[in-house]
């Protein structure tokens, strides 16, 4: 009997050991009448698998560091503020989940990247349903892995570049997920430097004085359902590889050197089903090679497309190219590029056939364009009967603008998306 005593006693203890946290974790209440009135305090009560409840209420606290597995959870709303004294919150555990607190205030820093929120080399951290208000940096992720930003309000109330930060923030990170997040008024709305196998989706970018997104040295990644309206630049993506982007909307992107779309030195990439209205320059493309750019959308755009040397092997079809200054600019003859089966709403030639293809190639270079990218001055010409007569002569001959840039197979009907 007695070796039966001791052997389920063993199993208890054994079991007790592998049961979830969760059966074993408290909550801990924070507020100005409970027993840790505080986030600090909770915070230093709490332990791993713990859940702090945030009272609605303002606190004054900054320098908070999460260094245990926790949730921790505002209810309508609380206000944390740091009073413009540093960073707020800082998280050196893994599996921590924020949510539905407003964190404001950080302060502008020049010798720290100070931020509303950051994770420092954690993983499986989820920050949902938060506001950061004035937070210089918002959310920054440094040597994370396997995060989840969703459904935040990141609003900045950045000035100019030099004294801002970006609304979130990943650097040398993993398996990343944006998601369904709306950011303004940073210097990046979205910025990634060495962030790999990551997806950001279903965001909105509005009204950030460089780029909405801005992306480096990162591959492998997804960008798609996302909107891009009204930034200083538009979206940068640089020297990275394999990158899918889709189903975006890149708008009302105007300035005197701003795109909806930079692409430098990217590699294998898939660009399709995106919208490019209104915007100084829909995607201006510098030394990219191998990338399928089908089924866009060009409104509206000073430039559709601006295209430099070294750019190889691109393959352009059904793409609508709808009520351009100017379609399609390159400033290189070198060129074995392919544009064939597009809309072009300049197109005037003939389909006798009925097959919805002209019968007669386009060519979508313009004299013009040569011209207006090594004088740039004479804009001031662009509705002019001169230009009219100098384009219908290098269409007739051309002597100035590539001549195997044609498209073959032009379609009589905006292609279907």
């Avoid at 590889?241 to 005197?256: A, E, P, R």
């Avoid at 430039?303 to 750019?311: D, E, F, H, Q, R």
């Avoid at 740039?376 to 219908?392: A, C, G, H, Q, T």
């Amino acid at each position: 009997m007695k070796n039966t005593t001791q052997i389920l006693s063993l199993m208890f203890s054994l079991g007790a050991l592998l049961l979830p946290n969760s059966l074993w974790s408290k909550t801990i209440q924070v507020c100005a009448d409970c027993t840790q009135t505080s986030i600090a305090e909770a915070l230093q009560l709490a332990q791993d698998g713990d859940v702090i409840e945030i009272q609605p209420g303002h606190y004054y606290e900054h320098g908070l560091v999460v260094d245990k597995q926790l949730h921790i959870k505002g209810l309508n709303w609380p206000i944390i503020d740091g009073q413009e004294k540093g960073e707020i919150l800082t998280i050196i555990a893994s599996n921590v989940t924020i949510e539905g607190l407003q964190i404001q205030n950080v302060g502008t820093s020049y010798l720290k990247d100070h931020a509303g929120l950051r994770i420092k080399r954690q993983q499986n951290c989820l920050i949902k349903n938060n506001r950061f208000v004035n937070t210089f940096f918002g959310i920054y992720l440094e040597r994370a892995k396997n995060c989840q930003i969703i459904n935040n309000e990141l609003l900045g109330e950045a000035q100019e570049e030099s004294s801002s930060g970006n609304a979130i923030h990943a650097w040398h990170c993993k398996h990343l997920l944006v998601e369904k997040n709306l950011v303004r008024n940073h210097r990046d709305g979205i910025y990634f430097e060495f962030v790999d196998s990551s997806q950001v989706r279903h965001n909105k970018s509005y009204a950030n004085l460089r780029y909405g997104l801005h992306f480096m040295f990162s591959n492998n990644d997804q960008y798609f359902d996302n909107v891009f309206e009204d930034n200083g630049a538009g979206v940068a993506v640089m020297f990275s590889k394999k990158i899918d982007m889709w189903n975006n909307v890149f708008q009302l992107n105007w300035g005197t050197a701003s795109y909806g779309l930079l692409l430098k030195e990217i590699y294998d990439a898939r660009i399709e089903n995106n919208q490019f209205l209104s915007n100084t320059i829909g995607i201006n493309i510098e030394g990219s090679t191998r990338i399928a750019y089908h089924k866009n959308t060009f409104r509206r755009n000073g430039w559709a497309i601006k295209m430099a040397g070294g750019c190889l092997d691109n393959d352009f079809t059904q793409n609508n190219f709808l009520s351009n200054t100017l379609d399609l600019v390159l400033n290189s003859n070198v060129n074995n590029n392919t544009f064939n089966g597009n809309y072009w709403s300049e197109y005037t030639g003939y389909d006798l056939d009925k097959n919805e293809i002209g019968d007669v190639p386009h060519r979508p270079v313009k004299l013009f364009s040569f011209i207006l990218d090594r004088t740039p001055e004479s804009i001031v010409l662009l509705r002019s009967f001169f230009v009219d007569l100098l384009n219908f002569a290098e269409k007739v001959s051309p002597v100035f603008t590539p001549a195997e840039v044609l498209d073959h197979q032009p379609l009589m009907k905006p292609a279907k998306l």
